[in-house]
């Protein structure tokens, strides 16, 4: 059986997370610095303007709301 294994950095790795939770073919995923969390991180944040930056970004693109989230959500 072959064996297939995905990596990526920040949104490469959170979208090699996204694939592995979908795909059983993928076995392993090296993520470094992925953003697993996406309601998580938002809730987080606070008085840090990058923090605040990068939550906004995500809140643009995959939604604010668990169920907007959830597609993209690989907890």
Do not use: K, N
């Not at 979208?15 to 610095?33: E, K, P, Q, T």
Request: proline fraction near 7%; include cysteine.
């Amino acid at each position: 059986m072959a064996r297939c294994a995905c990596t990526g950095e920040s949104s490469g790795a959170h979208l090699a997370l996204v694939a592995a939770s979908r795909l059983r073919s993928i076995d392993c995923v090296i993520g470094l610095g992925a953003p697993t969390d996406l309601v998580g991180y938002e809730s987080e944040t606070g008085p840090d303007p990058i923090r605040e930056f990068v939550a906004d970004q995500m809140r643009r693109f995959f939604g604010s709301t668990p169920a907007q989230t959830a597609a993209w959500d690989p907890v």
